[in-house]
């Protein structure tokens, strides 16, 4: 991959190989093995594939034993353009979210991590300068993953988008920083996630911005993940817990990380509340990731689930954004 700040994705992907592992420390897993063919690169161009392969789900346990952050927290935060370019910070990428999602791939068909909603595209409205993604109770068959044409039934649906460019911290910007202005979903079961991965997982990296889970409105949580070779990761003990006296889904909020060669620093509402240092985090260093935004229902991030208290919900984005310098 050239040394550059967004990477445009591959075209096409072969069909994925996958195989589930659940130690018993029960450590979050995202296990995928991609067979990836046909990649090019267009400087000006965006990808025109499917979206990208499937991931498991953090294991309770993991987020039960994650270290705990506070936050401070402005209901309704926001921040301008002119905030970061005074800082230095150069914008390469904008999602205003107000002309359709041309600049997105959007994934059509079940999931993993015992998920139960099928994503499909009718699942995510732009209106009003926003995205709203939400999740329904309704019974539809659809294929069982975008990489698995077999048809399932599903009880819920949702939304799950993923940015056609790439993005990479590398010698030219050594800094590149991901935000997103978003208001979480409220309801028991309800998964967002706003995060960046690339293929095969996990010789790219991974960065987990948010995830939460909608019945605590006050808590949300973040990783990273890395491994040599596909299918295969090496990161122990990255999650952390980030508590907000803010209630994250009744309030805006802008999520951030600013990915360097030897840190992620996490921001909420313009603080930093988190930094992880050393690790794994300088094997991703040129490496090319994209970024995701999507609402699951239900699955393995939740201990214990009942399905029968699940009430659905909406996730919301007001923008998302890329820096560097």
Known sequence: MPDSAI????SAYLSRAYQTLLPLS??????????????????CSPDQGSPTAPTLSVPPSEMSNAAIAAAAGVCDYDASDASYGATGWSKVFDEPFSAGLSQWSVWYGGAFN???QLYQGANLQVAGGMLNISARQETVVGPTTPFNPSLSSFDYTSGRIESRAHFSASRETPNVRLAARLKLPNGYGMWPAFWSYGDPWPTQGEIDIV???????????TAYWYGRKPGVNLVQNSGVTISSPVSLTSCWHVYEVIWSKNDLTYYFDGQVVHLKSGGYIPSMFRKSQRI?????????????????????GTLQADWVKVFVK
């Open 26 to 43: 029960m450590r979050r897993v995202r296990l995928r093995l991609a067979l990836t063919a046909l990649l090019f690169a267009a400087a």
């Open 114 to 116: 015992n998920e139960l």
């Open 211 to 221: 995830e939460a889970r909608g019945q605590d409105p006050f808590t949300y949580y």
């Open 7 to 10: 990477m445009w994705g591959p």
């Open 292 to 312: 995701t935004l999507n609402l699951a229902v239900g699955g393995l991030f939740f201990p214990n689930l009942d399905p029968t208290l699940i009430q659905t």
